[in-house]
């Protein structure tokens, strides 16, 4: 389907979806990231009411013939909800969940300005000002991602460990189940995290939503410091501590390692503004765990980038280099499990 196409189908939905005959849809381009997901900016224009209406909008859409776990029409409820709870992210218009329309699954949703790239965040001059800010900003937007209401806003599609295991003890398994369903080659040092990390399991059972990819890279980010968070397709219920370990693990830094929240604060600030907001008592013990155990699901992540890629199911450069990663984790871990021993 060429961009024209694209174009006239979704105008189509669109006016649709707005009570209207006619709808310019203009300016369709695909935008670089997305490993997992297409995106595409997009301009909306139609008359309602008498009054003229302009939308930028992305548009979010599954690669076609991919094998990807999450629904169009999870995420698309999960940053609903999400905006009603007063966490940053980008308003959701419209939800196209029959893939005759485009192929696909595929959502709409306003197009915020700012940038993404963490070098630019951490090197230039004109971030000076969010480099210092955002620490906190991510501690206060964590606090309200796990105040979620996942009742109230019926997201019962999102995964849980059951009721007689910790959410750490879930996690855990979920991943060493994926590892071992997708792994191509034999791994040691994830098997020696995984034994490190079941003698460390911390004790509790809190359980919040949890947003599962929060760090630097999947905010949008002005001068100011943060305007939206971004992909949710990862999020679940669990330990509100997996959201802060995974903000500090090490490949978020970019080679800012003296700053471990993605290489631009400190863990005390994070935790203080965390506390301020209302998310609750941080267990610092808890977060380390949760770090650890990030690094090893990045390592397990890249290999399913990397075989989403090698099984033909997307021609992706970005799948294929992401999948060389995989021994930056490994050596990562080492160094972490050789530290708490020396």
């Known amino acids: 389907m060429d961009v024209r196409e694209m174009e006239q189908r979704l105008a189509t939905f669109i006016a649709r979806q707005v009570g209207v005959e006619t709808v310019s849809v203009s300016g369709l381009r695909r935008l670089a990231g997305g490993a997992s997901r297409e995106i595409w900016s997009v301009d909306v224009r139609y008359r309602q009411d008498g009054s003229e209406v302009a939308l930028p909008l992305v548009l979010r859409r599954d690669p076609s013939a991919a094998a990807v776990g999450a629904m169009r029409r999870d995420e698309f409820e999960l940053l609903r909800a999400a905006a009603t709870e007063g966490v940053p992210v980008p308003k959701v218009y419209w939800l196209g969940d029959d893939p ?55 997201l019962t599609f999102l995964t849980e460990p059951p009721p007689d295991e910790s959410p750490a003890q879930g996690e855990l398994d979920r991943y060493e189940q994926i590892f071992r369903a997708i792994a191509p080659d034999p791994h040691p040092v994830f098997e020696l995290a995984f034994r490190w990390l079941r003698q460390r399991l911390p004790h509790g059972n809190e359980r919040v939503v949890v947003h599962g990819d929060y760090r630097i890279g999947n905010v949008i980010f002005g001068p100011e410091g943060v305007r939206a968070v971004l992909d949710w397709e990862l999020a679940h219920v669990g330990d509100p501590m997996e959201d802060l370990g995974w903000l500090c693990v090490r490949s978020w830094r970019f080679g800012s390692d003296d700053k471990p929240v993605g290489g631009i604060g400190m863990r005390e600030e994070l935790f203080d503004a965390y506390r301020a907001a209302g998310g609750g008592d941080v267990d610092p013990l808890r977060v380390r765990f949760w770090e650890v155990l990030g690094n090893l699901k990045w390592g397990i992540m890249t290999i399913m980038q990397a075989k989403t890629y090698l099984d033909g199911l997307v021609q992706s450069v970005e799948l294929a280099s992401l999948g060389r990663r995989t021994v930056e984790m490994e050596l990562e871990l080492l160094n972490l499990m050789e530290t708490e021993a020396s």
Request: aromatic residues 6%; hydrophobic residues 45%.
């Open 100 to 154: 005759a329309t485009l192929g696909a699954p595929f959502f709409l949703m306003d197009r915020i300005e700012g940038e993404t790239i963490a070098r630019r965040l951490l090197r230039d001059d004109a971030y000076a000002e969010a480099r210092r800010l955002m620490t906190a900003q991510l501690g206060r937007i964590a606090a309200a991602i796990h105040r979620i209401d996942r009742v109230k806003h019926r």
